[in-house]
């Protein structure tokens, strides 16, 4: 058959009834659905509109895994997420519902602390000590990368400290953004300085 | 290796032309019950699928394979009934077919599946065969042969249509 042809059959073949993008999203919906029933739903996403800009959220059957800012490309998360945790990743904003309204209730204001089953698997060792410390820091205060050091144990661990921060896989819920240099300015963010400065705004108010 | 992308990709990526191939092998009525049975089963065989593997090929010999069970399923509920067209109204008065989906619905079933694999979703006649059975010709010929009914059958776009009349 020459390319023509091909083209003429092509040409017949559009007379098909088009897939609607509706057709589409109905069946996406009902393969999260069925996923999650039979456990084949290892990671489950969503994004939140914040005033920070658009979240991407992640969670496996343990809890929240990732919250990432747009800066750190989404796209880009969710592969790492595939390579690190699994690939059976689907846009399933279900398994999202209470971690999105605590986030949005903390962004109004309303919240203090947030109460989620979290999944710190995308942290390893030291860095995931630190983690697991950080929300004793109290919603308004901050503390510096040396004292957090100390609290986890390796009080010579400053610079550790600053790395664990810096990889947060929870940002905002895990508050990393409480943690300042010991001269009282605010040391960098994963979200960037101006992101820092406004979650600690918020909490200063 | 290539990373693998997560499935949300493949979803994005096949999703229409998998429904494309279901609803044409297997009509408007049971495409979607194969559509969801296929990525499920290619949700659970993920992990293990090599990184540099025909993502589409792969989705389309799952699909395949689902639509033979459901025929095969719907076979055995169906309950003998005196002859009548499956669907009356898509037929014209001198029994041609309305729609073109109707029309590929009546071609026999290793060229309904040859015409969708190879024009809907693509592949070469060799991948076409592979998931069919037989030599890539012979997929070939089953492919024109479907097409051939098909223009029999179906009288083609309203240009054609105003000019017989």
Known sequence: MTASDESAVQDLLTALPAVTEADLSALHDRLAVSAAAEGMLDVAYRTLDTPLGTLLLAATEQGLVRVAYATEDHDKVLTTIAKRISPRILHAPRRLDLAASEIDEYFAGQRRSFDLPLDLSLSTGFRRAVLSHLPDIGYGHTATYAAVAAAAGSPRAVRAVGTACATNPLPVVVPCHRVIRADGSFGGYLGGPAAKRALLELEAA | ?165
């Open chain 2, 1 to 165: 290796m290539t990373a693998k992308q997560p499935f949300e990709a493949v979803v994005a990526r096949h999703g229409a032309t998998v429904l494309r191939v279901c609803r044409a092998v297997l009509g408007r009525g049971d495409a979607d019950d194969a559509w969801s049975e296929t990525f499920l089963a290619a949700l659970r065989a993920y992990p293990e699928l090599p990184g540099d593997a025909n993502v589409e090929a792969w989705l389309v010999t799952i699909a395949h394979r689902k639509a033979i069970d459901i025929t095969r399923a719907a076979r055995r509920r169906a309950i003998p009934v005196a002859e009548m067209p499956e669907n009356p109204s898509a037929q014209r008065a001198d029994g041609r077919d309305l729609d073109l989906a109707t029309a590929l619905a009546g071609l026999p079933r290793k060229q309904r599946a040859a015409v969708a694999y190879h024009y809907l979703a693509g592949m070469p006649y060799q991948d076409v065969a592979a998931v069919i059975g037989g030599s890539a010709d012979a997929a070939r010929r089953s492919a024109a042969d479907g097409i051939a009914n098909l223009r029999k059958s179906y009288p083609g776009t309203a240009a054609g249509e105003g000019a017989a009349r």
